[in-house]
């Protein structure tokens, strides 16, 4: 009997019963979607219907954002995600993803929400993991601080293209190739390699404001343009959840989605449809902030896997025995 899936169960019930008390409404996301995600850097499976083309969904956000347009105030799903990439350590192309939205709540308010969820999911685990303290409230920490702090001193804000930003990268000794002239791509390249692995280490921390040109479904700052409304929790070393301050203007979302399907062309990436019925969704939504959770990163934290393989039922790699038996492969 594998203890970590019975932990896994009582993390899911915590989780569900947590979000029922707060006065959250479970939805059951479709899987089979028109539109699964714009993101220039995720692809979707393609599943043939005999019919109009349709994706596994990579999250259930869209769907979630079409209620939220018809006046649903507090909704989370807990489904299985679908995204075509490579299998890793923290990573299945099948994943289970927790998302939940509410309206009226704003980013801090969120976070502080998130670590009550997280603390209770600890407590439900069990034992607590290794290494990481999960005690409120979190470490808060600015991505211009993060970089300031784990870069080098490097400030991505004073460099307007990605050249100059890679050579001040450079001149302060961190490894940085400039392929193709996108800043966001130089921007990622040092964050994954120099702050990316110093986060959460012993104690989580929501890393927020970031990039305008990374605000995907965020707002931007009234106050700052340059920066994007939104977090991502960081914990044992992996990013755990991601947030938005939602973007409910429809004209600046179809302009998003218009340059994300411009970048997958020169790609030559899948080229889904925009989702009409989200753009006509969010002209209809009032300030809402919502989360996306990634829920086998969080049985990993809380029992201490080092792998996904070691907390899903079945890893993403296996194959079948003579005896019929499921084997790792």
């Known amino acids: 009997m ?65 209620l939220l347009g018809d006046g649903f105030e507090r909704i989370y799903s807990l489904c299985p995600c679908f995204r075509d990439e490579p299998a890793a350590d923290t990573h299945s192309p099948e994943f289970t993803m927790l998302e939940y939205y509410a309206v009226g709540l704003d980013l801090e308010s969120l976070m502080a929400e998130t670590e009550a969820l997280v603390i209770a999911a600890a ?114 070393g992996f990013e755990l959840a991601n947030a938005f301050d939602e973007l409910t203007d429809p004209a600046e979302q179809r302009r998003r989605f218009q340059a994300d399907l411009a970048h997958r062309r020169l790609e030559g990436r899948q080229l889904p449809p925009i989702d009409e019925a989200l753009i006509d969704a969010l002209g209809r939504m009032r300030p809402t902030a919502g989360i996306a959770l990634g829920f086998d990163r969080l049985v990993m934290l809380l029992t201490g896997a080092t792998r996904i393989d070691d907390v899903r039922p079945q890893p993403w790699h296996v194959s079948a025995s003579p005896a019929g038996r499921r084997t790792d492969a």
């Open 2 to 66: 594998n203890p970590r899936l019975l932990a896994r169960h009582r993390i899911r019930r915590a989780v569900r019963a947590f979000l029922d008390d707060r006065g959250y409404v479970e939805i059951e996301a479709p899987l089979l979607v028109v539109s699964p995600g714009l993101e220039p850097h995720l692809d979707a499976f393609e599943v043939p219907t005999g019919g109009p083309r349709r994706y596994l969904h990579t999250s259930p956000e869209y769907a979630l954002k079409r």
């Open 123 to 236: 407590a439900a685990a069990g034992a607590g993991p290794g290494g990481v303290e999960l005690a409120a409230p979190f470490e808060r920490l600015t991505v211009r601080e993060a970089f300031l702090r784990h870069a080098n001193g490097v400030d991505p804000w004073c460099y307007a293209d990605a050249g100059a930003l890679a050579n001040a990268a450079r001149a302060r000794g961190l490894r940085v190739s400039l392929e193709g002239d996108r800043w966001d791509d130089v921007f990622f390249q040092i964050f994954l390699n120099h702050v990316e692995p110093e986060l959460g280490r012993g104690r989580p921390v929501f890393l927020h404001r970031w990039p305008a040109s990374q605000a995907a479904l965020a707002r931007l700052d009234p106050a700052d343009p340059t920066v994007a409304l939104r977090f991502e929790l960081y914990a044992g």
